[in-house]
């Protein structure tokens, strides 16, 4: 499977940003799509996640302000990203999974597959 991650860039606290990720390799319906971010400094962590049979799971800190979601026919999935604050600077992460799992499951063992990240700093 590969995953290829964009619409990162330098934003306003308050702002918004979309983030986009292509896959190929498999069929996309049967991967589950996440978002993970690691901010300077600090580990890897879970953000959002999508399974494969429509389950939605958000870290606590941006539930409410993010969104995850998937378009089966373009074979990408999306995180919508409201609300900024200059704690969400990271570099985020797509990845992707065969398995139809939880968000605890992914927060804590991660995804199979992973694509290169995109830089998302937001400027207080």
């Known amino acids: 499977v590969q995953l290829q991650a964009s619409g990162g860039g330098l934003v306003q606290a308050g702002g918004s940003l979309r983030l986009s990720c292509a896959a190929s390799g498999r069929t996309f319906s049967s991967l589950s799509m996440g978002w993970f971010r690691q901010a300077p400094g600090k580990e890897r962590e879970f953000v959002a996640a999508?399974?494969?049979?429509?389950?939605?799971y958000y870290r606590d800190s941006v539930k409410g302000r993010f969104t995850i979601s998937r378009d089966n026919a373009k074979n990408t999935a999306y995180l919508q990203m409201n609300s900024l604050k200059p704690e969400d600077t990271a570099v985020y992460f797509c990845a992707a999974d065969p398995r139809d799992s939880s968000g605890t499951y992914y927060r804590r063992y991660g995804m199979d597959y992973w694509g290169k990240g995109t830089l998302v700093t937001v400027s207080s």
């Open positions: 999508i399974s494969w049979s429509g389950g939605r």
